[in-house]
């Protein structure tokens, strides 16, 4: 399950509330050699300059979770195909890890479970790591109070693309979107995947910006989508209104059955009848 903008903003807040100001007394790398090799996760002798810094604040824009510490250094983590990042009040009982700060009274561990990022990188190079320049941009972010229905659809109507590319791309007009918020998006929208956003009425435009800001509202509310953990290990409570865990089953809302179609790069769950 992938880590989308919703959860990383949960992360964020719930971490910068547990250890901005404390300083960072040790950190550890564990069975992180294939993450290395990858460029995942940075080599354990980078991270180095974060012992003995205060933590100044913690962040998040898109996908991406921002450590700023106070020498100048900065750790980067976007656990976005999957993962946990865990508080702890004890050594004991730490789960498998790949990275883990010893920060005064508490303990962060932080597992990739798929293709992510755990990074130490200086404020002058910060604009050469990926995750931050991608989601720490001027794209817009549907979680900011600057996303409003005229710049989210002037964005929207120059790019004239599919759908998919438009909210979850490389390209997108937005940051934090991946294929699981896309397709409970499209589905309060009522507009069928394989739909280019330049063939979109005006009353299709209105109904994809509420879906995403309702979409936003709902989820941050239950503290995230099912199956992703928080700081504190709490499983949570947001049922998406569409997505894999529909197959098989029939819409909500007509009683179809619920297809499921390969495209783009993902499997996408919609209504056929519903979604036009
Ligand atoms: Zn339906």
């Known amino acids: 399950m992938s880590v989308e903008g919703i959860e990383a903003r949960i992360l964020a807040r719930q971490m910068e509330k547990e250890v901005k100001g404390k300083t960072i007394i040790a950190y550890e790398i564990q069975n992180s050699e294939q993450l290395q090799r990858i460029g995942c996760v940075s080599e354990k002798s980078v991270f180095e300059p974060i012992v003995g810094s205060k933590i100044l604040s913690v962040t998040s824009r898109g996908n991406t979770i921002l450590i700023k510490l106070s020498n100048c250094w900065n750790i980067v983590l976007g656990p976005e195909y999957g993962g946990n990042i865990l508080l702890h009040k004890s050594q004991a009982k730490l789960p498998k890890f790949h990275f883990k700060l010893d920060i005064q009274n508490v303990i962060l561990t932080v597992s990739l479970k798929g293709i992510g990022c755990i990074h130490a990188v200086e404020d002058k190079v910060l604009k050469t790591n990926y995750l931050y320049t991608r989601d720490f941009s001027q794209i817009l972010d549907p979680l900011e ?132």
């Open 145 to 276: 109070v600057d996303f409003t229905f005229e710049r989210f659809n002037e964005r929207l109507r120059d790019k004239k693309q599919n759908i998919k590319a438009a909210l979850a791309g490389k390209n997108a007009v937005v940051v934090g979107v991946s294929n699981s918020a896309f397709q409970d998006i499209i589905y309060r929208a009522k507009i069928n995947p394989k739909r280019n956003t330049g063939t979109f009425t005006a009353e299709e435009e209105r109904a994809l910006f509420k879906a995403i800001t309702q979409l936003v509202e709902e989820r941050l509310e239950a503290g995230g989508k099912n199956q992703f953990v928080d700081l504190y290990g709490k499983p949570n409570l947001y049922i998406p209104k569409m997505g894999p865990n529909k197959k098989d089953q029939t819409c909500s809302t007509c009683k179809s059955k619920i297809e499921k179609i390969n495209y783009s790069g993902g499997q996408v769950c919609f209504c056929q009848t519903c979604q036009k």
